[in-house]
């Protein structure tokens, strides 16, 4: 795979393998909340695709007639202050990687708000009963 200026690069071929096979889509934490949300009655679209500006982002959950996207984000993936840590192993790898998810993160909710959009970022370690009700508080807000 060609490596261009924008992107680290991994250490081996095996953490190359390992990062392709993580999920983009259907974490655990996700999918409870998911769950939660459609227990209470929200009905909502997953993983749909949005283009805002030259932006194209699928959220994990969007409520398309309230223009509301959700993104459950992963405690090591987007830098959790309170969980995040950068690996012992390749740091600089590691840190310009993390680095760039979430500056990823900044731009894609940038690009939602300035398109009309609100935007959740609920982290991956907070109860999906609390998730749920702030994704409540914001739809009744809108």
């Known amino acids: 795979m060609p490596w261009d200026d924008h992107y680290p690069h991994p250490s081996s071929a095996a953490v190359s393998a390992v990062m392709r096979g993580n999920q983009k889509t259907g974490s655990k934490p996700e999918i409870v909340l998911r769950s ?19 932006v194209k982002v699928r959220p994990d959950i969007v409520f398309t007639k309230r223009r509301l996207a959700v993104f459950v984000d992963g405690c090591f993936w987007h830098c959790c202050p309170i969980h995040g840590n950068v690996p012992q192993s390749n740091r600089e790898y590691w840190r310009s990687k993390l680095a760039r998810n979430v500056e990823r993160d900044k731009e894609v909710t940038r690009a939602l708000v300035d398109c009309g959009w609100s935007v959740i970022r609920i982290w991956e370690h907070v109860a999906s009963e609390v998730a749920a009700a702030e994704v409540k508080w914001m739809l009744q807000r809108r």
């Open 36 to 54: 939660v949300l459609h227990r209470e009655g929200l009905r909502f679209r997953k993983n749909l695709l949005l283009r805002a500006g030259s």
